[in-house]
C-alpha cells in the first residue's frame, strides 16, 4: 500500500505552533494549492489542505514560514474523527508532513520586496555583457586539438 502526498502551495497564515503534554514540537497549517485545470467559467480553483509537522521540523516551520511563503511539503494522508459539539460526527483529513521545504529565499517572504536580489533594469536597457553569464556557444573546448580522448571500460559509470 502507498500512502505518499507531494504538495507545493503557500501558507494561508502563519503556522500554528504548540507542544504536546511530553514535550514533542506540533505545528499546524494550511496550505494553498492551485489545481492544473480550469472551471466551467475558467477560473483556477484552489484546494485548501490542512498540514501537520511535529518536532524539529515544526519548530523550524513556525520559524521561517510566514503567511504567504511557499512551500513544498512531502508526506501522507491521515483520516480521523471526532464527536463535534453537536453530538454529530465529525470527519477530519489532513496531510502529515515528513518533510517542509522552503522554497522561497529567507528574505523574500510575505511582505518582502520581491524583485529583491533581482537585477533592476530602466526601461528599454539591457543588461550590460558584465552582467551576462553565459558561454559562447561559438567556441569549441576540443578545438586545441589533442588527439583522440583514451577512455577504458573501467572509466565508465555503467
Known sequence: MINRVVLVGRLTKDPDL????SGAAVARFTLAVNRTF???QGEKETDFINCTVWRKQAENTA???KKGSLAGVEGRIQTGSYEGQDGKRVY???VVADSVQFLEPKSSGAGAD????????QQNQSPSPSQ???TRVDEDPFSSGSGPIEVSDDDLPF
Not at 18 to 21: G, H, K, L, N
Open 18 to 21: 504548540r507542544y504536546t503534554p
Open 38 to 40: 480550469s472551471n466551467a
Open 63 to 65: 520559524n521561517f514560514l
Open 92 to 94: 477530519t483529513t489532513e
Open 114 to 121: 520581491r524583485s529583491q536580489g533581482q537585477p533592476s533594469y
Open 132 to 134: 551576462q553569464n553565459y
